[in-house]
């Protein structure tokens, strides 16, 4: 397993932006995918996005296409969510998590197929 934590999170006014940043344990960082998901109060925890281990591939919920980018830098152990334009809705508690099982998009969009998360950061987005 890999140790992972958050940061970046906060209020923000709708239509502004946010970078969240996930820092990774260990040195094989580049072997695991990773995931953001989400979690508003009361609501089942939410796949956000995806990306391969070296970055090639990215995959996103419709909800946040657009509007939302998953990078990493490998050299650094670090996944990032580029957040613009955003919207009330998008308030939520946001994790996220490594994957180390090689999965073909649209798999790999389960809480159940990462094996790591981390503790999540807060985002509130003011209308």
């Known amino acids: 397993q890999v140790q992972l934590v958050e940061s970046g999170g906060g209020l923000v006014q709708a239509g502004g932006s946010l970078r969240l940043s996930c820092a990774a344990s260990?040195?094989?960082?580049?072997?695991?995918?990773m995931g953001w998901f989400r979690q508003a109060p009361g609501k089942e925890r939410e796949f956000v996005g995806r990306i391969s281990g070296y970055g090639g591939n990215t995959h996103y919920a419709d909800s946040v296409k657009g509007r939302f980018t998953i990078s990493r830098d490998n050299a650094k152990n670090t996944v990032y969510l580029e957040m613009n334009s955003l919207k009330p809705e998008d308030t939520a508690v946001y994790y996220c998590?490594?994957?180390?099982?090689?999965?073909?998009?649209?798999?790999?969009?389960?809480?159940?197929?990462?094996?790591?998360w981390g503790q999540g950061t807060q985002v509130t987005v003011s209308s």
């Open positions: 998590a490594a994957d180390e099982v090689v999965r073909f998009y649209p798999r790999g969009r389960l809480p159940t197929d990462f094996g790591s």
């Open positions: 260990g040195r094989t960082f580049s072997r695991y995918a």
